[in-house]
């Protein structure tokens, strides 16, 4: 069964970083160590420190990143390092 999407923009900024973790943790893994996140312009850089290959992660991130975008008006880019 598919999650509903939220329209709604009226949400937390509490609630938007809930939203992003939990696409970050998509596998229950915990393999995402440290999390920063920087603003240039419109771009806000989500940088992720794990021990192992996140691409699962990244992509659970990556189709819940869209509220986020709303909220503060910009664009995120996940980048890693190991």
Do not use: W, Y
Not at 35 to 46: E, K, N, P
């Amino acid at each position: 069964m598919k999650k509903p999407r939220i329209a709604a923009i009226d949400i937390g900024t509490n609630s938007i970083r809930c939203i992003i973790s939990d696409g970050l943790d998509r596998r229950r893994n915990g393999l995402v160590h440290g999390v920063s996140c920087q603003f240039s312009g419109i771009i806000a850089t989500i940088s992720l420190t794990a021990t192992e290959d996140i691409a699962v992660e990244i992509f659970g991130a990556d189709s819940k990143k869209d509220l986020f975008e709303k909220a503060f008006g910009s664009e995120v880019v996940f980048t890693t390092s190991c």
